[in-house]
C-alpha cells in the first residue's frame, strides 16, 4: 500500500511540473502588463517596475528564476499587493478557504451518503421521490445561481441568517456559504449512493447475510453499505476539484477572503505570480486529495490494490 | 441489394420522439433560441436603452417592460434574450471548437495506436488531472476577453471527453472489415478516418456534445459571473445573474428572471440529451 502511495506521488511530481510550466509561460504571454491599471504611469517608472520586478528578463531566464525559487518555498513578491508577497497572501487566505471546503464537503459526503441511503430504502415513496427530485436540482443548478438564490431566501425573506462576511468563521457566517458549495456534491453524492446502494440491496450475498438471520441495520450497514461505498468515493476525486471551482464563487458572492476571491482578484488586476501561486496550491491540493481517494478506494476493494 | 424499411436514423428518429421530456424541451429550446435570434432585433426597447421613468421598475405591463427593469433603467426582457443569445451562442460555438479538436484527436489516437496513440493519451490524462476551469480564467485573463477568444479558450479546454470516447470506439471499429478493405484498397489514411471512421462514432459523440453544450454555458456563465466574461454593455445571463445577485436586496426579479432561464436551459439540454441516448445507443435501451 505504501509502495503504491510512493508511486502515485512520483506521478504526480510530473503532472505538476506540467501545471506550473503550463501556467507560467501562459501568464507571461499576455499581451498586457501588470502595470498597465496604474493611472499615468511614467514610462520610465514603468521600465523601473518591470526591472524590480525581473519582468525585463528573457523569459526562459525568468522560468529558471521562478523554478529555482520555487523549489526554496519562495512564490514571489505579489505585483498589485506591493507590501506583501504571494506566500503571506496564500496563508492568509488558505484558513478560510480550507474552513470552507473542508467543511462543505464533509457535509456533502456525509449528507449525500444519508440521504441516498433513505432514497434507496425507502425506495418509490414519497421520501425517495422528494429526495431525488431535489438531488436532480442540485446537480443541474450551478452554484453561482444557487448561492444568491439561498441568501434571497434565508437572508432576506427569513432573515435568519447573515448575507455575507466572514467574521473568523462564526458558524452563523459560515452556514449558507458551506451549504451552497456543498449542495452541488451533496446532490451527486446522494444520486449515487442511491443506485450503488439499490444494486447491491439486490445481491446473492445479501440475500443470504438475511437468511441466516442478521438483523437488518447489521446487513444494512455490513453488507450492502461497504460495496456501496465504492463509487462514491471515486466521485470524490472530480467533486474536489468542482469544490474548488465553486469555492471561488462561493468566496466572491459571500466576500469570504479566502485564496478563491484572491485569485479572482489577482486575474482582474493580472497579478501574475499570485494566480501563478494559487494554481500551484489547487494543483497540489487536487492531487493530493485524488491519491488519497485512490487510497481509500484500495483499502475498500482488495482487487484494485495492487499486487 | 436495397432492402425496404427504415434506417438506423429513421428508428432513432421514432424512438427520441417517444421521449416525452426530450421532445418538450427540443420545443422548449426553440422558443427560447426563437426569442434570442427576434428579440435583441425587433423588440421597443433595446438592451442600452435608459427608461428613465422606470429605474429598478417591477416586471409591468407598461412600455413593454415585462420583466422589470435593472438599476440603469434597462429593460430586462431585452436584455434576458440577448443574454441568451450570447450564452446559447458560446455554448454552441465552444462544443464545436471541442468536438473539432477532440473527434480528431481521439480518431488519430485510436486508429494510430501503439505507443504513440498511448502517449497522446497520456497527454490527455495529464491535463484532465489539471484544474480546466483555473486554466481558461488564466487564458481569459491573458488573452483579454474578447467574444471569439472566450470560446477558444472554453472549447480549447473541454475537448479532453470527446477525445476518450472516440479513441474508445476508433479502437473497435478500426478492427471491422470495412475498414479492412478500405486499407487493403490502399486509402490514405485521412479518408480512411473521414470516411469510414469518423461516420461510425457519431452516435456516442452526439449524445456527449448535448451534454457539453449546458456545460460550456456554465463555464461561460461562471466567467462573466466573476466579471471575468462578456464586458458591458452586452450580457450574458451568468453577467445578468451577478448583476442580479448584488441587488437581490431591492430588486430580487433581476436575480430570479435570469437564473430560471438559464437553469431551464441546462435540464432541456440534458433531457434531450436522454433522449439521444435511449435513441441511439441500442444497448443500453431499457425504456
Not at chain 1, 24 to 39: E, H, K, S, T
Not at chain 1, 110 to 117: A, P, R, S, T
Not at chain 1, 185 to 207: F, K, P
Not at chain 1, 301 to 306: G, S, T
Amino acid at each position: 500500500m505504501l509502495n503504491y502511495a510512493l508511486r502515485r506521488l512520483l506521478v504526480a511530481v510530473p503532472t505538476l511540473f506540467v501545471i506550473i510550466t503550463l501556467a507560467f509561460f501562459l501568464i507571461r504571454i499576455a499581451p498586457g502588463g501588470p502595470f498597465d491599471l496604474i493611472p499615468d504611469l511614467d514610462p520610465a517608472a514603468a521600465e523601473n517596475l518591470r526591472k524590480a520586478y525581473d519582468l525585463d528578463k528573457p523569459l526562459l531566464e525568468q522560468y529558471g528564476n521562478y523554478l529555482w525559487r520555487l523549489a526554496n518555498g519562495d512564490l514571489g513578491p505579489s505585483l498589485a499587493y506591493r507590501d506583501r508577497n504571494v506566500a503571506e497572501l496564500i496563508a492568509e487566505g488558505f484558513p478560510v478557504s480550507a474552513q470552507l471546503g473542508l467543511t462543505a464537503m464533509v457535509l456533502g459526503l456525509f449528507g449525500g451518503m444519508l440521504c441516498g441511503i433513505v432514497a434507496a430504502l425507502r425506495k418509490n415513496s414519497a421520501v425517495d421521490f422528494t429526495v431525488m427530485a431535489i438531488a436532480m436540482a442540485g446537480v443541474g443548478i450551478p452554484t453561482f445561481v444557487t448561492a444568491p438564490l439561498l441568501t434571497l431566501f434565508f437572508g432576506l425573506y427569513l432573515g435568519w441568517l447573515p448575507l455575507s462576511g466572514w467574521n473568523n468563521g462564526q458558524f452563523a457566517h459560515i452556514i449558507l456559504p458551506v451549504v451552497a458549495l456543498a449542495l452541488p456534491t451533496l446532490a451527486g453524492i446522494t444520486r449515487i449512493t442511491r443506485g450503488s446502494m439499490l444494486e447491491s440491496l439486490g445481491a446473492d450475498y445479501v440475500r443470504t447475510a438475511r437468511a441466516k438471520g442478521l438483523p437488518e441495520w447489521k446487513v444494512i450497514s455490513r453488507h450492502v453499505l461497504r460495496p456501496a461505498c465504492m463509487p462514491v468515493v471515486s466521485y470524490l476525486g472530480p467533486a474536489i476539484a468542482g469544490a474548488m471551482t465553486g469555492s471561488v464563487v462561493i468566496e466572491t458572492i459571500f466576500g469570504l477572503p479566502g485564496i478563491g476571491r484572491a485569485f479572482v482578484e489577482g486575474a482582474l488586476n493580472r497579478d501574475y505570480s499570485l494566480i501563478l501561486g494559487i494554481v500551484i496550491v489547487y494543483a497540489t491540493l487536487i492531487i493530493l486529495l485524488n491519491l488519497l481517494a485512490d487510497i481509500i478506494y484500495g483499502y475498500l476493494d482488495p482487487r484494485v490494490r495492487p499486487r | 441489394m436495397t432492402a425496404p424499411g427504415r434506417s438506423l436514423w429513421q428508428d432513432a428518429m421514432a424512438r427520441f420522439r417517444r421521449h416525452r421530456a426530450a421532445m418538450a424541451s427540443v420545443w422548449i429550446m426553440g422558443a427560447i433560441t426563437a426569442l434570442a435570434i427576434v428579440v435583441p432585433e425587433f423588440w421597443p426597447n433595446s438592451l442600452d436603452e435608459v427608461n428613465w421613468d422606470y429605474l429598478e421598475s417591477p416586471p409591468t405591463a407598461d412600455n413593454y417592460l415585462w420583466f422589470g427593469t435593472d438599476v440603469n433603467g434597462r429593460d430586462m426582457f431585452s436584455r434576458t434574450f440577448y443574454g441568451a443569445r450570447i450564452s446559447l451562442t458560446i455554448g454552441v460555438l465552444t462544443t464545436l471548437v471541442a468536438l473539432v479538436i477532440g473527434v480528431a484527436y481521439g480518431a488519430i489516437a485510436g486508429y494510430r495506436g501503439g505507443t504513440p496513440g498511448d502517449l497522446m493519451m497520456r497527454v490527455v490524462d495529464v491535463l484532465y488531472s489539471l484544474p480546466a476551469l483555473f486554466f481558461v480564467i488564466i487564458l481569459v485573463t491573458v488573452f483579454g476577453n474578447s467574444f471569439l477568444l472566450i470560446f477558444l479558450c472554453i472549447g480549447a479546454v473541454e475537448w479532453l471527453t470527446l477525445a476518450r470516447i472516440v479513441r474508445g470506439q476508433t479502437l473497435s471499429i478500426k478492427e471491422k472489415e470495412y475498414v479492412e478493405s478500405a486499407m487493403a484498397a490502399g486509402l490514405l489514411t485521412p479518408t480512411i478516418l473521414l470516411k469510414y471512421i469518423i461516420p461510425n462514432v457519431i452516435g456516442p459523440v452526439i449524445v456527449y456534445v448535448t451534454l457539453l453544450i449546458p456545460i460550456n454555458i456554465i463555464v461561460e456563465s461562471y466567467l462573466s459571473f466573476l466579471g471575468l466574461g462578456v464586458q458591458e454593455p452586452y450580457t450574458s445571463w451568468g453577467r445578468l445573474i451577478s448583476q442580479g445577485a448584488d441587488e437581490i436586496g431591492t430588486a430580487p426579479w433581476l436575480l430570479i428572471i435570469p437564473a430560471a432561464f438559464l437553469v431551464i436551459t441546462l435540464f432541456c439540454f440534458n433531457f434531450i440529451g436522454d433522449g439521444l441516448r435511449d435513441a441511439l445507443d441500442p444497448k443500453d435501451r431499457t425504456r
